[in-house]
């Protein structure tokens, strides 16, 4: 379909049915129709699914699937045929009519429910999301058009990522253009959330992988002493590709451009072995898809250069683990971004009453933006050097710090000059400094003309984040209407209502220092700020009465969709806790006892063999003194780990969720304390799987 020659322009979106695609095939009485963004009728669906299925098969495709988001957190799909039999005539006919384009029939009770369904009511329905346009996915077993659709019960609760978001879109759009108006908006008639997803990830060589059970089975080590040479040089942050790398990340632009994903830059990260990709801002919903998109083409493409791409938070102890920092802002359907300062932000109200919607929601429900941003692995992420600490908190920079404070204090006279930078040298111009330095400690940065959340794990979904986050400024931009609305004098109304918030939420929410430093964590204790270093503690923030009460008002979440979601994420967390623990043991037993055994008596048979010819062998019975009670405290510990994962595997999700985090990770950490002693007083000779120094070095 394309070569290395095809120009770029002609390369980016040829496999996407987009809106350019959609006006050649269709009518122009079928195009007008489906862009009202209005329910389709039976006619129009006929039309656009005709055209779909003549598109794709004029690119190789020979079926198509519903890809829709359940709560196991990945992409599903399942693949029917466009071939149908023509009558007794046996032949075939191809054929895909609009019914089986805006609705598909999935196994729901096969999928995580958390109590919605029953196991045996099976029916479920995926639903065509017209709002983000099919693809073709192409890979060696072929082309497939892929139809974004949501995915809900027989009785209509969401069992998927999706719905709550596209949900949590319409809310604060409706809640955003409430606010224009009042503010003498009356061109604007949409307001988007816009995302642009920083996607981290590690590249492995296959081979190391392969002997290593712990990254096969759970996407981390699970063992492992520290490289000699691991991140401390910081050589590796944007270095020199490796050719090998380079020409994957050739490939993944080259695959992303085809699907349409603005894939813009592209680098080395801090840890050994890890790169990131940023894509450049769209929806909210098509981003998340697009994210999805991302995450599936690194793991594809690394195959074909002997690689395995990561997308675990935490692959490496001791070293910087992945996020994926999401980028969000809101524009109008005219073209405004509404988080945008300007020049003159002190009187700039839009913005001010967007900035003030977005703080008053962070400051009220930043213990919901910890639980949307929580995972098992992140756990092991959050609070590290290259990661944002677990209380969240807001950074907006030396220039709207001067703008806030100076609206507290009703004082208009603010210089936010920012300057130019002069390096002294003649042949570099002067450039122009940006409106604030950044604070990397920082979860929800200002940046701009963007806020960034950096707390979101590279393995999740940004839907539920991005779901929140509209969520919670929707509901503060409901309560500013509502004052608006009945205000005569709209705009001294507006600036009242922004020095209020400012003045409330300003001294809670917003930190600008060191946020991985101790008088922090006792700061935003005094502060009233929730510390939630674990997702355990976090996710009933899903289910406070203040949430449940927001999300229904909203029309987001019902609270039985809420409920479903905490035992989902409860049961989430102990699976794989559960799977990595019993792959801990099943190392600890199977690989490394024995090879310290093995070499324990390798090194007490080369002490008799030495004693033999009257060599003392002072070094070997020292090794064996030092690896003896190690190995001994290891089998111990390991006993005692097994017999509590057992334990644990009998309780229902919620007990066995919290004791897996109170009893069974501590000894976890223990075992793989003692392991870890071990490995580097046993001779690689016998080690059995890859080293640290080996994967991150190769």
Excluded at 224 to 237: I, L
Excluded at 374 to 396: C, Q
Excluded at 425 to 448: L, Q
Excluded at 651 to 662: G, K, L, Q
């Amino acid at each position: 379909m394309t070569n290395e020659t095809t120009p770029l322009t002609e390369l980016f979106g040829c496999n996407v049915f987009s809106d350019a695609v959609m006006r050649e095939k269709l009518s122009e009485k079928t195009y007008e129709e489906f862009k009202k963004g209005t329910p389709l009728s039976l006619e129009v669906a006929d039309e656009i699914a005709e055209a779909m299925k003549e598109w794709a098969m004029s690119k190789g495709a020979t079926h198509y699937t519903h890809l829709f988001q359940p709560l196991t957190g990945l992409t599903a799909e399942k693949h029917d045929g466009f071939i149908n039999p023509d009558g007794m005539s046996g032949k075939a006919i191809m054929e895909f009519t609009g019914e089986q384009l805006i609705k598909g029939e999935p196994d729901a009770s096969s999928f995580p429910s958390g109590g919605i369904r029953a196991t045996f009511e099976a029916r479920g329905y995926t639903a065509w999301d017209t709002t983000s346009p099919a693809f073709l996915k192409e890979d060696a077993s072929g082309v497939t058009l892929c139809i974004p659709t949501a995915f809900c019960s027989y009785t209509g609760e969401a069992l998927d990522k999706k719905t709550p978001l596209l949900r949590s879109c319409d809310a604060l759009s409706k809640a955003a253009i409430r606010v224009l108006k009042q503010l003498g908006d009356s061109e604007s008639t949409k307001v988007v959330s816009t995302v642009g997803p920083e996607q981290e990830y590690f590249l492995l060589s296959k081979a190391h992988i392969e002997a290593r059970k712990d990254i096969k089975i759970t996407g981390r080590t699970l063992f492992g002493a520290p490289s000699p040479k691991g991140q401390e040089m910081e050589d590796s942050y944007f270095g020199s590709l490796r050719e090998n790398v380079a020409c994957f990340m050739k490939e993944v632009d080259t695959e992303l451009y085809k699907l349409g994903i603005f894939a813009k830059t592209k680098h080395n990260e801090v840890a050994p072995c890890q790169h990131e990709i940023a894509c450049v801002y769209s929806p909210a919903n098509i981003a998340v898809d697009s994210n999805y998109m991302v995450m599936e083409t690194l793991k594809r493409c690394a195959n074909h250069y002997g690689l395995v791409c990561l997308l675990h938070e935490k692959p490496f102890k001791g070293l910087n683990g992945s996020g994926k920092h999401n980028n969000w802002s809101l524009s109008t359907d005219t073209g405004k971004n509404l988080l945008k300062p300007g020049k003159d932000p002190v009187h700039n109200i839009e913005f001010l009453v967007f900035l003030a919607a977005t703080m008053e929601a962070v400051s009220e429900h930043s213990g919901l933006l910890r639980a949307s941003a929580g995972n098992p692995g992140n756990d092991h992420r959050l609070g590290g050097n290259e990661a944002p600490p677990s209380i969240v908190s807001m950074f907006l920079g030396d220039a709207l710090d001067k703008v806030v404070e100076s609206i507290i204090a009703d004082d208009e006279n603010v210089d936010i000059e920012c300057g130019k930078v002069d390096l002294g040298a003649s042949t570099i111009p002067e450039f122009e400094k940006d409106n604030t330095d950044r604070n990397r400690t920082s979860p929800f940065a200002f940046t701009g003309n963007k806020f960034e959340f950096r707390m979101v794990g590279s393995s999740a979904s940004i839907a539920g984040p991005n779901t929140v986050i509209n969520a919670i400024v929707a509901q503060s931009l409901n309560g500013i209407a509502d004052r608006l609305e009945k205000a005569d004098d709209k705009v001294a109304e507006a600036h009242a209502v922004v020095k209020e918030i400012f003045a409330k939420h300003y001294p809670k929410i917003v930190f600008n220092g060191n946020g991985y430093s101790e008088e922090w964590v006792k700061e935003a204790e005094r502060r009233g700020l929730p510390n939630l270093p674990s997702s355990i503690e976090a996710f009933s923030q899903y289910n406070t009465e203040k949430s449940v009460e927001m999300f229904e008002s909203l029309g987001i979440y019902t609270k039985a969709e809420l409920e479903s979601r905490y035992e989902i994420r409860m049961e989430k967390y102990f699976k794989i806790n559960n799977y990595e623990c019993l792959t801990m043991l099943d190392m600890v037993r199977q690989e490394i006892i024995p090879a310290v055994s093995d070499y324990l008596k390798f090194l007490g048979e080369t002490v008799q063999s030495m004693a033999s010819i009257g060599m003392t062998a002072n070094v070997e019975k020292s090794i064996i003194e030092k690896i003896a009670p190690l190995y001994e405290k290891l089998y111990e510990t390991t006993e005692e780990f097994g017999k509590a994962v057992r334990a644990a595997e009998v309780m229902d999700v919620i007990d066995a969720a919290n004791n897996m985090h109170d009893v069974v990770i501590p000894l976890a950490e223990k075992v793989r304390e003692y392991a870890d002693a071990i490995e580097p007083m046993v001779s690689k000779d016998f080690w059995p799987m890859p080293t640290y120094a080996d994967m991150l070095f190769y």
